[in-house]
């Protein structure tokens, strides 16, 4: 997907893009080969080329963060899916009280009181080369920046909101997980408590009970287990839509 991208390229956009698509240029061999293209200069070009050298390089040496800065971060996910981290947090008047991370296979949830602090985080996060969130660029990654500063890693974020946006899927996280057919095995939360998760922290400070802790707990951890299908599926459409469209 990525090496079939152009998007990164300097002042190319969705439109350009498909121009290149459309004279049978479909990957960075591809492009590098041609000695010309309609609508790109020669002087152009060779600039193009070398970006796409260093974009190749750092593919091989496995660099996410050369990417950071392009549009369209989801085309990084099928290259560096097996190192993501798919990360949700819980909050009130913006301040943490869990942060939930599940690298596809294992969760770690960081828990306020208990074992959440920059350093951990810190060091959970330098693992991973993507970072993915639903509504975490408006959400989840300020609070955590205003919170603990410079904690988040210098790579891409993939905010799957926007991605199931684009192929029509609207609306909350548990709004997407029906359409998808995607179940909850913990119906505790949504069944008594109203599906609000500030809620069973505020009866853990009333009552000190744990019990309110594990089910919020429980609930952080299915919301970020849940976005790895999403991921999956949405991003798979998006990026056959796109192609289709070409």
């Not at 121009?19 to 609508?39: A, E, P, Y």
């Not at 020669?42 to 193009?48: D, H, L, Q």
Request: aromatic fraction near 12%; glycine fraction near 6%; proline fraction near 2%.
């Amino acid at each position: 997907m990525i090496r079939e991208s152009f998007i990164f390229l300097d002042k190319i956009r969705h439109q350009s893009e498909k121009n290149i698509w459309s004279q049978g240029v479909h990957d960075w061999n591809s492009f590098m080969s041609k000695k010309n293209l309609f609508g790109i200069s020669p002087v152009r070009k060779m600039f193009y080329n070398q970006q796409i050298m260093d974009a190749s390089r750092a593919l091989k040496n496995y660099d996410s963060s050369f990417f950071k800065g392009m549009s369209d971060t989801w085309r990084l996910y099928e290259y560096f899916k097996d190192d993501a981290v798919f990360l949700d947090i819980e909050a009130i008047n913006g301040n943490i009280t869990i942060i939930g991370l599940f690298d596809g296979v294992n969760t770690k949830t960081l828990v306020k009181g208990f074992n959440l602090n920059k350093e951990l985080l810190k060091k959970e996060l330098s693992k991973y080369k993507l970072v993915i969130t639903f509504n975490g660029g408006s959400f989840d990654l300020p609070i955590i920046k205003k919170y603990f500063k410079d904690i988040l890693p210098a790579v891409p974020h993939i905010d799957l909101r926007h991605v199931c946006a684009a192929i029509g899927l609207k609306g909350g996280l548990k709004m997407i997980e029906k359409e998808l057919g995607l179940k909850r095995e913990n119906k505790i939360v949504d069944a008594i408590y109203g599906g609000d998760p500030a809620l069973l922290w505020r009866k853990f400070l009333a009552t000190g009970d744990r019990d309110f802790i594990e089910l919020l707990v429980n609930y952080n951890e299915e919301d970020i287990i849940n976005l790895k299908p999403i991921a999956d599926y949405s991003i798979n459409r998006l990026w056959e839509k796109i192609r289709r469209e070409t």
